[in-house]
């Protein structure tokens, strides 16, 4: 079983950063791939940013490409999303989400754990 907890979401004004954290339990964090993905209120679930479990392969949603950044402490068991410049059309629920595997994949079928999200409002 695995738990994964999120922080640092919040109500920010256009071209503000947050850094999302999430903090995941168990000792083969390493192993696994991790995904920060978002749904918005009448908009399905996407991934916005993914890197691989050990080799630090990353992938970027073109919706936030150049302005988000993943990135992940094996040792502390945690993944981080900084995320700048952030326009209005980034609010939603964001969730951090485990791989099956330690590749990335971009479905958001391929993760099985998921935290319990966190809010990001951002006001125009």
């Known amino acids: 079983q695995v738990q994964l907890v999120e922080s640092g979401g919040g109500l920010v004004q256009t071209g503000d950063s947050l850094r999302l954290s999430c903090a995941a339990s168990g000792r083969t964090f390493s192993s696994y791939a991790m995904g920060w993905l978002r749904q918005a209120p009448g908009k399905e679930r996407e991934l916005v940013a993914a890197?691989?479990?050990?080799?630090?392969?990353?992938y970027y949603a073109d919706s936030v490409k150049g302005r988000f950044t993943i990135s992940r402490d094996n040792a502390r068991n945690t993944v981080y999303l900084q995320m700048n410049s952030l326009k209005p059309e980034d609010t939603a629920v964001y969730y951090c989400?485990?791989?099956?595997?330690?590749?990335?994949?971009?479905?958001?079928?391929?993760?099985?754990?998921w935290g319990q999200g966190t809010q990001v409002t951002v006001s125009s």
């Open positions: 890197i691989s479990g050990s080799r630090g392969f990353r």
């Open positions: 989400a485990k791989g099956v595997q330690s590749v990335v994949a971009t479905t958001p079928s391929y993760y099985d754990y």
